[in-house]
C-alpha cells in the first residue's frame, strides 16, 4: 500500500535553530502534501498545503516567515521551523494522496510524525 | 461554526464487544468524503474507513464499519469485537468537494479492557 515517510521522528534542539523535517512518498507521486500540528490532547491542525513547483499555501494564523515549506519534487516535501522557540515545540505530521488517482478514490496517507522538543 | 464534531471526549468498552464512536458533520457541499483515522500513543495516523456522500451502501473494512446517516449528518464509526489493540485516539475528519483538505474533529479517547 501506499507509504508516507517522515523524518526525523524526534528532535530536540536548542532555541534559536531552524529544524527541517521532510515528508517523501515513496511509492507514488503527491503533487500536493500536506502539513499539520498537534498538541497534546488535541486535534490535527492544518498549518499549510504544499504544492510541487509552487508556493505553498499557508492556513489563517500560521506565520509563512516561520515555517517555511518547500515541495521541490513529486515524492519530497519540506516543512522548516525557523529560529524555533520552546512555543514552536509540537508533534508535527504530514500527509499525501497519490495525484495519479481521482480524490475520491482513497484517503491521505500520513507519515509517522515528527516530535520537536525546543529547550 | 464546527465542521466536525465528535461529542465523546472519551469511551470504554469491554474486550470482545462492539463499541459505538459518533461523528456529525457540517457541510454545504454535494460532494464530500468522510473518514475515520486512529492515533495510537506512538502517534501515527492509521487510516481505518471511508465514506463518499454519494456512497449508497455503509462502508465496511473488517471490524470497522461507518453507520452513515446522510439526512442527519452523521458517520459513527462502529467497531465489532474490540480488541485490547484498539485502545488509542479516534479521529473523524472530512474532505469537501474535490479538495484533498482534510478538517478533523476532535477525537474519540477509546479505552479497552480486559
Known amino acids: 500500500g501506499a507509504v508516507v515517510s517522515q523524518h526525523p521522528s524526534w528532535v530536540i534542539c536548542k532555541s534559536g535553530t531552524s529544524v527541517k523535517i521532510e515528508c517523501r512518498s515513496l511509492?507514488?507521486?503527491?503533487?500536493?502534501m500536506f502539513w499539520y500540528r498537534q498538541f497534546p490532547k488535541q486535534s490535527l491542525m492544518l498549518m499549510a498545503t504544499?504544492?510541487?513547483?509552487?508556493?505553498?499555501?499557508?492556513e489563517q494564523g500560521v506565520e509563512k516567515d516561520k515555517f517555511l515549506i518547500n515541495h521541490a519534487s513529486l515524492t519530497l516535501s519540506t516543512l522548516t521551523v525557523t529560529s524555533a522557540h520552546p512555543e514552536d515545540s509540537s508533534f508535527y505530521i504530514c500527509?499525501?494522496?497519490?495525484?495519479?488517482?481521482?480524490?475520491?478514490?482513497?484517503?491521505?496517507?500520513f507519515g509517522d510524525g515528527t516530535r520537536l522538543s525546543i529547550l | 461554526a464546527q465542521k466536525i464534531t465528535q461529542t465523546q471526549p472519551g469511551m470504554f468498552v469491554q474486550e470482545k464487544e462492539a463499541v459505538t464512536l459518533d461523528c456529525t458533520y457540517d457541510?454545504?457541499?454535494?460532494?464530500?468524503?468522510l473518514f475515520w483515522y486512529k492515533q495510537p500513543s506512538s502517534g501515527e495516523m492509521i487510516f481505518l474507513i471511508y465514506?463518499?456522500?454519494?456512497?449508497?451502501q455503509n462502508a465496511t473494512e473488517g471490524r470497522y464499519s461507518l453507520n452513515f446517516q446522510k439526512a442527519r449528518k452523521s458517520a459513527n464509526l462502529v467497531i465489532s469485537a474490540s480488541q485490547l489493540g484498539d485502545s488509542a485516539m479516534y479521529f473523524c475528519?472530512?474532505?469537501?468537494?474535490?479538495?484533498?483538505?482534510?478538517?478533523f474533529g476532535t477525537g474519540t479517547r477509546l479505552q479497552v479492557f480486559p
Open positions: 475528519a472530512m474532505r469537501e468537494g474535490d479538495t484533498d483538505k482534510l478538517i
Open positions: 500527509s499525501a494522496r497519490d495525484s495519479g488517482r481521482k480524490v475520491s478514490d482513497q484517503p491521505q496517507h
Open positions: 511509492d507514488f507521486q503527491a503533487t500536493t
Open positions: 465514506q463518499g456522500s454519494y456512497d449508497e
Open positions: 504544499s504544492n510541487e513547483g509552487s508556493k505553498a499555501t499557508y
Open positions: 457541510t454545504s457541499d454535494q460532494s464530500y468524503g
